[in-house]
């Protein structure tokens, strides 16, 4: 059969570090980067006879998460131990949450073309990160650093309701934008902060009982994760046609070589031996407690793209892009106000800023000027002290070597000419080079003034100023 005769089906869950300045049952610091193994204490090291205190901004930013994705928040609620050993993990189990979440019965709308579709979220709960090992290919071995043992993750899982690559990046791009938005993660996926496990099946059309799945580990990367179920839906569609089955078994996604390949069976809940956890009390929640959250949560994506195409009347598409990031719509804001020109503002990130990220595999999170540069750079092609095309070299000066954009341009010597004198010449020197686009123009092919203007500002190397190289030409031509 061929692969359009199967229905994908695919569920996520998804980690986020939670932006807690200690763990989650420690004061010892999560700040990310430190030499190995620094900030850890006998309690996220399991050393015998220590006992864990919950932080309590864990919880806080658990709830805030479930009200901003409509779950129902639970009054009462516990941790568990997941029993497994990993040599990441040094109590050999991991405190989570099991049958009594924080957070249940969610949801995020999302948009796909033209169509809306709400995703269901199952759950989201508490549970402590494990520690990370760094494989060592030279001595054969490998290195435990526990600074991430005990860092605090929410764990998000998705209903299986997503039905195509193109679902899946428009859920997991919201949800990380919904999480940056409330201030609860970072969500800095370079980082680990943001990370998913991904559950595929496939299933004949028209089935409705549910293929084997298979889980992907720990994805970091949206690109990634596009590959990866491309790859996995091509592999199991081959398996069952050539008469084979699908092992349900937890699975690793080799970047170079495109390639899933197994790591060991998949786990059910039952293989973990939960039991509540006997070294934590209860979590009880009162209605004040759960109130007082929901009414100082901040604006929301939805909230505020509303608001911009309102306050600011940006297209549906433009609103959509910058308000998709917190950190993108941060910089339209503050550079908007500082140099009063939010059209302007909006086009450098839709356009150039929006090219330059994706160009470069960053997250908006990432980009090392500030609101005050990118105003800056506005005000000077406003005043006509640089040209849109040499705004275009400074912002990629920005990215490499961030600085005041006026500083960029002395360096550079980009400073536009604005000498009528001085622009004339050029446009003579322009004219005379180039007698067949004069008779074009003249013959009324307008497309000939371009041309010309195009030559001067190659021949300035974009320094001219092009409303002035215009004028002149008009002038010129018309004579």
Known sequence: MAREDYEVVMGLEVHAELSTKTKIFCSCSTEFGAEPNTQVCPICMAMPGTLPVLNEKVVEYAVKAGLA????????????????FYPDLPKAYQISQYDQPLCEKG???????QEKKKIGITRIHIEEDAGKLNHDEYAGGSLVDLNRAGVPLIEIVSEPDLRSIEEVDCYLKKLKSILEYIEVSDCKMQEGSFRADV????????????????????????????????????????????????????????????????????QDAQDYRYFPEPDLVAIELSEEYIENIKNNLPELPESRRRR???????????????????????????????????????NWIISDISRILNEKEMDPIEIPFTAD?????????????????????????????????????????????????????????IINDNPQSV?????????????????????????????????????????
């Open 308 to 346: 911009y195409l309102e306050e600011y009347h940006l297209s549906e598409k433009d609103a959509g892009i910058i308000t998709s990031s917190k950190y993108l719509s941060n910089l339209f804001e503050e550079a908007s106000e500082i140099c009063g020109n939010h059209k302007a503002v909006n």
């Open 107 to 113: 949801y995020i709308e999302i948009e796909v073309g």
């Open 199 to 266: 559950n595929v099946s496939i299933r004949l059309k028209g089935d409705t009982k549910l293929g084997t799945r298979t889980e992907m580990k720990n994805m970091n990367s949206f690109r990634s994760i596009s590959r990866a179920i491309d790859y996995e839906i091509g592999r199991q569609v081959q398996a069952l046609d050539n008469g084979g089955k699908i092992e349900q078994e937890t699975l690793r996604w080799d970047e170079v070589s495109g390639k899933t390949f197994s790591m060991r069976d998949k």
């Open 439 to 479: 008779i074009d123009f003249k013959a009324g092919k307008d497309r000939a003034l371009g041309f010309l203007v195009g030559q001067a500002m190659k021949e300035t190397k974009g320094k001219a100023n092009p409303q002035m190289l215009n004028k002149l030409f008009l002038e010129e031509l018309r004579k």
């Open 69 to 84: 994705t409509n779950c129902e928040i639970s009054r009462n609620s516990k941790n568990d131990r997941k029993n497994y």
């Open 373 to 429: 540069n990118l105003a800056k750079l506005v005000i000077l092609i406003d005043k006509g002290t640089i040209s849109s095309s040499i705004g275009k070299k400074v912002l990629e000066e920005l990215f490499e070597k961030p600085r005041d954009p006026e500083d960029i341009i002395k360096e550079k010597g980009w400073v536009q000419i604005s000498d009528e004198n001085a622009i004339k010449e050029i446009v003579l020197k």
